[in-house]
């Protein structure tokens, strides 16, 4: 099968490829490899004992997602303002959207049409639905047939859907959806989209018509039914990155401004029932410790051992961001230092891959299938990484639900 694809990046001459190649120019590759930060037993994590550079050249690289249709990592970079395309095979990466993509950061492939992609348009203010063999046009902008998929909740706009997560109910052990309900998209709120030189941190919240930064679920139904969006929370003052467990079962949302103004980064776990519904607290008065897996003082522990406050003291270099769930259970998240291994079950930060002496990662992609599965993707300022995981943190978690677990899900 012909992937229009392919065919754009003939066309994409304003990012000409050899831009992206790797360069270790400001890295050092002395601060590279893997970190354990635990005494307990955690098994074999990665197949590899560094990461591979694989892109640079870029600004602030986000929303890692691999496509197996045309064997290449869908990354965006709202720096360019593009979403780009890089290709293992060839090494190389070229953009699909140029100076236009209205601000994109987080994606999700589609679970039933690996050719659908559900983009996060920060400066859009809206959730889209994008064919890749359609959406994308020859000048480097999106096509007529980009499809709205979440603009408002009950009449008021959203602020700047940032992250997202899909889960489609299939495997061993899943949780079922309703009937009609095909797939369920979970995504952050937060007021990034409106982040400029003009404007800092402590400023955003007068900006949201909703007066919260919500954490949402969109139901997607079968033709001809209505899709549902769902509020699952208002109660986070910045949520971010979003993921969810393999079996459906555990939503997991990062607060990057938890307390104050300040760096305060907290990890919660929202446990979902068989029937759907979502445990989460409807305000921070309710959060309870069995909400949070990484608690602020936690969080404070890591940034003061891993991360060089003085000599990077940017807003973003500072947070706990994007985030994936791997079917082991792991949790691989982009922080202080570089790339966090976190073991939800233990509440615990248990091993930090650092990237080449990058002060932070941003965000981390999981290829599920074909030629990407296994294959960790973490971006840093500038740069795309790449690392094998150990083929256990790919093989669903078994055994009996532990009591706390049963007593979550009740």
Not at 34 to 49: D, H, M, P
Request: hydrophobic letters at 35%.
């Amino acid at each position: 099968m012909t992937f229009r694809l392919v065919a754009l990046a003939v066309l994409c001459a304003s990012l000409a490829a050899a831009q992206f190649e790797p360069n270790w120019k400001g890295l050092d590759a002395s601060r590279s490899g893997f970190e354990l930060l635990t005494n307990a037993s955690v098994g074999k994590i990665f197949a590899q004992e560094e990461a591979e550079l694989v892109v640079s050249g870029l600004g602030y690289p986000e929303g890692p997602v691999w496509h197996e249709p045309s064997k290449s990592l869908l990354f965006v970079d709202p720096g360019l303002n593009s979403i780009l395309q890089y290709t293992p095979s060839t090494n190389t990466t070229v953009a699909l959207i140029s100076n236009a993509a209205e601000g994109a950061n987080g994606m999700a492939v589609d679970p039933l049409d690996p050719n659908i992609v559900h983009i996060c348009l920060q400066k859009g203010r809206r959730l889209v639905k994008a064919h890749l063999n359609t959406s994308f046009t020859a000048d480097n902008k999106y096509g007529d047939d980009l499809v709205e998929e979440a603009t408002e909740y009950n009449g008021t706009r959203l602020n700047s859907p940032n992250d997202a997560a899909v889960f489609s109910g299939q495997g061993e052990g899943a949780r079922k959806l309703n009937s009609t309900v095909l797939y369920e998209i979970f995504f952050t709120d937060p007021p990034y989209g409106w982040l400029n030189g003009l404007e800092s941190e402590p400023t955003l919240d007068k900006f949201s018509e909703l007066g919260y930064h919500g954490v949402y679920r969109l139901c997607v139904t079968e033709e001809g039914e209505e899709n549902h969006l769902e509020l699952l929370t208002p109660a986070l003052k910045r949520p971010n990155g979003i993921a969810i467990s393999h079996d459906g079962r555990t939503l997991y949302v990062i607060d990057s401004r938890a307390e104050g103004d300040g760096p305060g980064t907290r990890l919660y776990q929202f446990p979902i029932a068989d029937n759907g519904t979502v445990s989460a607290p409807q305000s921070l008065d309710d959060v309870t410790d069995a909400d949070l897996v990484i608690s602020d003082a936690d969080y404070a522990k890591y940034v003061a051992v891993n991360y060089d406050t003085e000599k990077d003291p940017g807003v973003f270099g500072h947070v706990i961001d994007g985030m994936v769930a791997a079917p082991s259970g792991m949790i691989f998240a982009g922080g202080p230092g570089g790339l966090y291994v976190i073991d939800p079950a233990a509440r615990e930060v248990v091993g930090l891959m650092r990237l080449g002496g990058s002060s932070h990662a941003v965000n981390v992609g999981l290829g599920m299938e074909g030629e990407g599965r296994g294959y960790l993707f973490a971006t840093t300022p500038n740069h795309i990484w790449r690392i094998k995981l150990d083929d256990g943190m790919m093989t669903p978690k078994g055994g009996d639900t532990t009591e706390e677990e049963a007593m979550l899900r009740q």
